[in-house]
């Protein structure tokens, strides 16, 4: 079976949105194709780096985030001045290796996952490297991906420690991962027709965007929904009930206003496909 005939049979039955006998295929075949593009004489090697500089590889000083010392890693702010950062509006936080506090922080946002073994599985399938943002405020969650930084996410943290803060970090990882999933399917299999240019209502940004932009959303936010409903039955979260609930509904009041998105006439027969199985809620 071809990997297009994997991902067709997934967008056939896409809930659970998390499959990674899927994201194992994708990943090592996103990894061969990266392979093929350098010489024999230098390998390609995957960093945040080599993905900003086109394959070139610098070294990274990256933390460990499991005591195996492999798996996700945390990679600190590089010596190595690139443009990427500024002209993507982020800022990296200044942490280093002694930064015990913020290091603990993220661990504590990853073993969210532990509770639902089968998404920390799968996150632990497409995510090789992370990198910590600032925010502006306290109050605010920021988070990014980007589809040519192929296995690494980069979100910010927040200022108190708690199993609420663990949560809306958690939120941030799984949003990005999802996204990164979502490319690397789009990557072998059409999801908008070419050449689309319509816009549709997002809910998210209250403006109108194009479909790629739209069907992301919903993809992630499907996705993060269906966390939330499985966290909410768990004892650890329990005190954090009423926060979970009140994203729950607001999750679903904005999914629901992409009731017609299935009719857009710039999905592929895939991504209507796809759409249908996000919406309505199952």
């Not at 999802?178 to 997002?202: G, R, W």
């Not at 926060?243 to 607001?250: F, G, K, S, V």
Request: glycine residues 2%.
């Amino acid at each position: 079976m071809t990997i297009e005939n994997h991902i067709e049979n997934y967008l056939n039955s896409a809930i659970p949105l998390w499959n990674t006998e899927l994201a194992k295929l994708l990943v090592e075949n996103k990894l061969k194709e990266l392979s093929l593009t350098n010489t024999a004489k230098n390998p390609y090697k995957y960093s945040i780096v080599s993905c900003i500089n086109n394959g070139v590889h610098h070294k990274e000083v990256s933390i460990p985030l499991y005591e195996n010392d492999d798996g996700i890693k945390l990679v600190l702010p590089s010596a190595i001045p690139d443009l990427f950062y500024e002209a993507h509006g982020l800022e990296l936080a200044a942490i280093d290796k002694s930064s015990d506090t913020e290091i603990a922080k993220v661990k504590s946002a990853l073993a969210v996952f532990k509770q639902v073994p089968e998404v920390y599985t799968f996150i632990n399938t497409i995510v090789k490297s992370i990198q910590i943002l600032q925010a502006e405020d306290s109050e605010t969650d920021i988070s990014y991906s980007h589809p040519d930084i192929t296995f690494s996410i980069f979100f910010s943290l927040c200022e108190e420690d708690s199993v609420l803060s663990n949560l809306r970090v958690a939120e941030s990882i799984l949003h990005e991962v999802m996204h990164l999933y979502l490319t690397l399917i789009e990557n072998k299999v059409p999801l908008i027709k070419q050449d689309a240019n319509n816009v549709y209502f997002s809910p998210w940004r209250d403006e109108p965007r194009l479909a790629k932009g739209v069907l992301h959303g919903l993809f992630v936010f499907r996705a993060i929904l269906e966390l939330y409903k499985i966290l909410k039955k768990l004892e650890p979260f329990a005190n954090v009930n009423e926060y979970i609930e009140c994203r729950i509904i607001q999750i679903e009041d904005d999914l629901n206003a992409l009731k017609e998105f299935a009719a857009a006439i710039d999905l592929t027969t895939y991504g209507a496909i796809l759409t249908i199985h996000l919406l309505p809620l199952n």
